[in-house]
């Protein structure tokens, strides 16, 4: 049972360790198209004179180049940090940081559905000291919880809040519901199974789950 | 006055990107060399002084960080600009710490990196120019003199 515990946290950094690398060099092909499209750009602009028809036309696919090259490089930026996050375990965090970087991940999933994705966070909010991956995936467990039961147009709401000592995560689904007719990726309870193993104060009914920090 | 030309050192073993990128410079006024590993750039600055050097972080060999270390050994006053696509918060404190002028990633906004590479230019210029005041004015001498009458 060591052996595995041990194996399955270098696997762990393993993946992180390739997301890394995989988000790394992807932000350099990005670095080369944005500089390569922007040398097209300077070209035109520094020929003025005779480009201003073709300047005109190309316009818009060079912004949108250009609007694309900075989602990818967001997308990469985020993965890079996920992938980050897996080397190490606890530590000490920024929650509305943490949960953000997995709203960016996912929202790819939230909008193949049609689900709008929302993020209330409070700001200054201190810190906790928790893993940001295992927080990570307890969250992913209790969103695809809702994002199965949920009618196209529907909105999960990711929000933190602070009162006096205690730090709360909350996801609360808002919109019509309907009846399950897709598979799970994770079996049932598994948000309770994690929340029981590692300690965390989990909250969750029907449309609301809470994971309490205490201060 | 002849206006100072800036001259800056690109640093990445990203060959199309930063063959690209110092076009784009070029075109802005800047006089820009490249080289394409970390051993090429401290080989460079042992020959000449840039004023600016952008380096990349992850290269075969010698990498940014050994790099910025040595160069600021051998040329304290040449700025550098971290320029990467890895770049986590413990690599940027690390840089700054080891004397990098700022650290911007990639892809970077060419009208940014040339704002920063000219104010990297500015900090290093004002450097120069006080130490020569100060050299004008005596200032050395006279502080020599105090701490000889000290001793």
């Known amino acids: 049972m060591e052996n595995e515990t041990l194996i399955r946290s270098n696997q762990r950094k393993f993946i992180g360790k390739i997301l890394a690398l995989y988000a790394h ?10 500089e390569a499209s922007g040398l097209m750009e300077d070209i035109m602009e520094f020929n003025k004179s005779k480009n201003n028809r073709l300047r005109e036309e190309l316009a818009k696919p060079l912004q949108s180049i250009y609007s694309r090259v900075g989602e990818a490089a967001f997308l990469t930026n985020t993965l890079s940090t996920f992938g980050h996050e897996m080397k190490g375990e606890t530590s000490s965090l920024n929650i509305n940081e943490t949960v953000g970087v997995l709203l960016a991940l996912v929202r790819r999933m939230a909008a193949q ?14 810190a ?16 695809e919880e809702q994002i199965i039961r949920l009618k196209p147009k529907g909105r999960l709401v990711f929000g933190t809040a602070r009162s006096g000592k205690v ?31 590692y300690g965390y104060n989990l909250t969750a009914n029907g449309r609301n789950s809470s994971i309490i920090f205490n201060l | 006055m002849r206006k100072k030309e800036i001259k800056v050192l690109l640093v990445d073993d990203e ?22 590993d970390g051993e090429q750039a401290l080989s460079f600055v042992r020959k000449t002084e840039p004023d600016v050097i952008v380096l990349d972080l992850k290269m075969p060999g010698l990498n940014g960080m050994e790099v910025l270390r040595e160069v600021k050994k051998l040329k304290p006053d040449v700025q550098v600009i971290i320029l990467t696509g890895h770049g ?53 001498d006279t502080a020599k003199r105090i701490i000889k009458k000290d001793e």
């Open chain 1, 113 to 126: 559905r049609r689900i709008e994705l929302v993020a209330d966070f409070q700001t200054d909010i201190p």
């Open chain 1, 128 to 143: 906790v000291t928790a893993d940001p991956v295992m927080l990570q995936f307890l969250l992913f467990c209790l969103m």
């Open chain 2, 88 to 140: 986590t918060d413990k690599d940027e404190a690390e840089a700054r710490k080891l004397g990098g002028f700022d650290f911007i990633r990639k892809p970077a906004d060419i009208n940014l990196l040339v704002v920063k590479i000219k104010e990297a230019f500015s900090e290093k210029f004002e450097r120069a120019m006080m130490a020569v005041t100060f050299a004008e004015a005596g200032v050395f």
């Open chain 1, 167 to 197: 730090l709360s995560v909350m996801i609360h689904a808002e919109g019509e519901e309907e009846a399950m007719d897709e598979k799970r990726m994770f079996p049932e309870g598994m948000a309770q199974l994690i929340a029981k193993t």
């Open chain 2, 15 to 36: 060959v199309e990107f930063v063959d690209t990128l110092g076009q784009r410079l070029r075109m802005r006024g800047l006089v820009v060399d490249i080289v394409y």
């Open chain 1, 25 to 34: 060099d992807l932000n350099n092909q990005l670095g080369t198209i944005k």
